[in-house]
């Protein structure tokens, strides 16, 4: 098991096959987060139904300047416990810079290292125009530059998990379905979630928390066997913060729970 697909896992819109069934304009005002946010997930793995926690996930946002414009900063970063570097070491950055209020991207950048496989990947999104310069680079290769056609309302994976929290979520029914267009490598994925219902969830640490629960269809590949599903429960309330992950995968079952949080923009909805 790799620990760093839980950086995916964190949101329900990262390599999954989907039919969009709504038209979702990508007009949305942020007004879940701002800037000194800082979450972290506990990634955990079991095999024979024992759970091991073997690495974490954190997520921040910050305030820059860059391109001449006031930009949110996010990062996701994924590691690997010390004890589980043997076995597959991780060390995983992502970060994408926003508009602070719509969350288009301006500029997202990948550098991963994942069990001696190294990838660099670099975004330079055009907002007036309809492509998308990536620059590619492997481990011992040379830069390649490509350039995507736009089909517009495309996020890269960073922006895709913020984006999705301001979504709006009040008075969604059993079976809505929100999609969303995601760029991964050179690919643009048109991905899906959908609502379950609403569900309490107790969260070590935390408490109970209101939630409501999302299912994802995955694709079958190295990790994930057809027809399996991802459930993924956020915090009812004005957070929209996911804190719990589960899915089964070819051999054991992943899990991501909500290990500490603060910054946030609004009181976190949990009762013990």
Sequence with gaps: MKPYTLIFLLTPLIALKANAQQTNACKITNTVFAAGERICYEVSYTWFFIWTDVG????????????????????????????????????????????????????????????????????????????????????????????????????????????????????????????????????????????LGKEVRKISGIGKVPCLKFQVDLVAGDIFSSNQKLLVWVTDDANKLPVYIESPIRVGSIQARLKSHRGLRHKLASKY
């Design 56 to 195: 974490e996930a954190c997520f921040t946002v910050d305030s820059d300047n860059r391109f001449g414009k006031t930009l949110l900063h996010l990062k996701a970063t994924g590691i690997s416990y010390p004890f589980y570097d043997w076995f597959f070491k991780v060390r995983d950055l992502y970060e994408s810079w926003v508009d602070p209020v719509s969350l288009a991207p301006h500029y997202y950048n990948r550098n991963i290292y994942e069990g001696g496989f190294t990838k660099e990947n670099e975004y330079w999104f055009n907002q007036f125009g309809d492509s998308i310069k990536i620059r590619v680079k492997r481990k011992g290769g040379a830069n390649r530059f490509v350039s995507v056609k736009s089909p517009g309302c495309l996020f890269d994976v960073v922006t895709a998990i913020y984006y999705s929290r301001c979504l709006n979520f009040s008075g969604i029914k059993p079976g809505t379905v929100f999609p969303i267009n995601v760029l991964m490598d050179e690919e643009i994925f048109n991905v899906k979630y959908t609502f």
